[in-house]
């Protein structure tokens, strides 16, 4: 079954510290990827996203992804991080060569950045 | 940008009663829209795939007379919780895709409903 998994479910981290999310899909085809992000009380945000071209993306607020195929990943990096980045980050995948917008989300990871 | 609007925000009901949620794409038209419920700390969960003019796709598990979904028009799709139970209690989201080939899906601000 196509599914998308999340490795880190509650991250901590520091002022400054490097940040780097897993993100995983289980699907041997045609992938379309995203990041989002939803801050307390907010709608989710999109943080990036890829389509297809170069697999390093660069998206908002200073966040890349690198899509690795032969991973199957879709790992979130920022060199570093802010407290106004704690928030929750969700992976989220639609399956198959034509994009219909239909997402399945990862479990989420929840970023908490410590002044 | 695109803009995607749910209402209501917050809603509380007692348990039997239906509750409605209305999801509109403010700028485009979506003749698709997509319905997720959102668990306390936990991921968002596609419910079902709301069509214009057809009857809705729904997920494995998920009770279509439970949640009844009508996309009257290209702008709205609506989630009615029938009959709710506590359990029903949760945060629903919608999204609507726009795009084309390099479809982009944005979101409601969600509702949480909360049934007593």
């Known amino acids: 079954a196509q599914s998308v998994s999340q490795h880190n479910h509650h991250v901590i981290l520091s002022e400054a510290a490097s940040l780097e999310l897993g993100c995983n899909y289980s699907y041997g085809g045609t992938v379309n990827l995203f990041w989002y992000v939803q801050y307390p009380g907010q709608h989710l945000q999109l943080l990036l996203k890829y389509f297809s071209g170069d697999p390093l993306v660069k998206g908002i607020k200073g966040f890349e992804a690198e899509f690795i195929k032969s991973k199957f990943s879709f790992n979130l990096r920022k060199p570093s991080v802010q407290w106004s980045d704690t928030a929750e980050y969700f992976c989220a995948v639609t399956f198959g060569s034509s994009n219909t917008g239909k997402l399945i989300f990862g479990q989420g990871t929840t970023l908490q950045v410590k002044p | 940008g695109a803009v995607v609007s749910q209402h209501p925000s917050r809603v509380i009901c007692k348990s039997g009663t239906s509750v409605k949620i209305e999801c509109r794409s403010l700028?485009?038209?979506?003749?698709?829209m997509f319905w997720y419920r959102q668990f306390p700390k936990q991921s968002l969960m596609l419910m079902a795939t709301s069509n214009e003019g057809s009857k809705a796709t729904y997920e494995q598990g998920v009770e279509k007379d439970k949640f009844l979904i009508n996309h009257a028009s290209l702008t709205l799709s609506t989630l009615t919780v029938t009959s709710a139970h506590p359990e029903d209690s949760s945060f629903y989201i919608c999204?609507?895709?726009?795009?084309?080939?390099?479809?982009?899906?944005?979101f409601g601000q969600g509702t949480r409903l909360t049934v007593v």
């Open positions: 999204s609507a895709p726009r795009g084309g080939l390099n479809t982009e899906a944005f």
């Open positions: 700028d485009f038209q979506a003749t698709t």
